[in-house]
């Protein structure tokens, strides 16, 4: 069987009349009694070893007898008392209807067991694939201790263990295994262990951290791989509390850039892809899946993903950026002599914005432009089976930008230093 905790309430004493003479005697009550033989109504009355009770609304009429003033005292403590049972009463029905919605939405993922006595009891409980006992799942840990909803005997609780050796125990028909108060069996050791629940929400959102940490320091691998547990995790606890569609769009929509980041661009699309079935105002998500197709030379989707961001959000400055380098892309495959043609205009532009004193985020947004414009003119064939189109760049795309804007801005040799590469 699994004993629970017994709980007992020591019974209020009544004072001896001894206690009362003190009580009567002592210069406070003294006080009390004379403010209340004028009427008073809020006082403060010290009881020893207690914080002072605040007592309330004492009506005593003019001229009342000791006795009937302390009966009034004693009518208005009592009132005192009822509230704040009553405060208590509400205070435990609260927490009662908090424990049964967490009950309600609970299908913990895992319970790490900490602190017991018989050492291999201790550990993280896994599902046991899809067991269930008495209506409610079983767990192991790694050395085949079971965590389980057991009836015997007709008692009902959890028990720790290895069949048929219960270890320790709790008695309960809650189908979700307590924190703490666990009992010691026949084969357990002192002290009890220590029981914390992982809800799928609390594991997902864990594995999506350490993908954040992983990506942060640019172990992409590491990253696709944390946040692929993550969605296997949400999979296997399918319409558990807190995983929502958005989430789990988030969580794809982080791979597919990991995977950018590794050059698995098919696996990066796919991954978008799925973020926008679940959550389709992703606009990263577009942005990744437009990232995705061009790598792929899929250039006529990848410019369509991003007409379809801008559906979505008008204004994303993310995507405009993208497109710009999707037109220059475009430009340097129709040839030198487009790409020519548009640094002509772009210098063109860039002389009138200066004339005109044009502000300093448009005339860098011209000058951003120039190094890819110039890495198309200046490249050479390579093996690397890791560039796409085979071509790379014969010299620093940047240095030659500099080099072009004091050279085609007959003088504005000033603007250079704004040139960042791409």
């Known amino acids: 069987s699994c004993p ?58 003019e001229g009342a007898s000791e006795e009937e003033q302390m009966a009034a005292l004693q009518r208005a403590m009592e009132e005192e008392a009822r509230n704040k049972q009553r405060e208590a009463d509400e205070e435990a029905r609260r927490a009662a209807a908090a424990k049964a919605e967490r009950i309600a939405q609970s299908d913990p993922w895992c319970y790490v067991l900490s602190g017991a006595g018989t050492a291999a009891a201790n550990g993280t409980y896994m599902r046991d694939g899809t067991a269930v006992k008495n209506g409610a799942r079983v767990y192991v840990n790694e050395r085949g201790f079971l965590l389980s909803h057991e009836v015997v005997g007709g008692g009902e609780g959890w028990i720790v263990g290895v069949a048929p050796k219960a270890y320790y125990g709790f008695q309960t028909t809650d189908k979700l295994a307590p924190e703490e108060g666990w009992a010691v069996q026949e084969h357990g050791s002192s002290p009890a262990p220590r029981v914390a629940h992982v809800e799928p929400l609390m594991a997902v959102e864990a594995a999506k951290r350490e993908g954040n940490a992983a990506f942060k320091k640019g172990d992409h691998a590491a990253a696709v791989q944390r946040y692929g547990e993550a969605l296997e995790t949400a999979a296997a606890c399918s319409g558990a509390h807190g995983l929502s569609d958005e989430l789990l769009a988030v969580l794809h929509g982080n791979r597919a850039e990991a995977r950018l980041q590794l050059g698995e661009h098919a696996e990066a699309e796919g991954d978008a892809d799925a973020a926008l079935e679940l959550d389709p105002c992703f606009v990263k998500a577009y942005v990744r899946r437009a990232k995705a197709l061009h790598a792929q030379e899929r250039w006529g989707a990848a410019e369509a993903a991003l007409r379809d961001a801008l559906e979505v959000s008008p204004g994303a400055r993310e995507v405009f950026a993208q497109q710009e380098e999707y037109r220059v892309a475009a430009l340097a495959r129709s040839g030198k002599e487009a790409v020519l043609s548009e640094l002509s205009g772009l210098l063109g532009r860039l002389s009138a914005l200066v004339r005109r004193k044009g502000t300093a985020s448009e005339v860098t947004s011209l000058l951003r432009q120039l190094p890819s414009l110039l890495a198309s003119l200046k490249t050479k064939p390579t093996d690397d089976p890791a560039v796409p189109g085979g071509l790379i760049y014969e010299s620093a795309p940047n240095h030659d930008a500099q080099v072009y804007v004091r050279l085609a801005t007959n003088g504005f040799a000033l603007l250079a230093p704004l040139l960042r590469p791409m």
């Open 4 to 61: 629970g905790p017994e709980i007992s309430m020591p019974a209020a004493a009544e004072p001896s009349p001894a206690e009362v003479e003190r009580l009567m005697s002592d210069p406070r009550v003294r006080e009390l009694q004379y403010k209340l033989a004028h009427g008073g109504e809020k006082f403060k009355l010290e009881v020893t070893n207690e914080k002072p009770q605040e007592v309330r609304n004492i009506v005593v009429p």
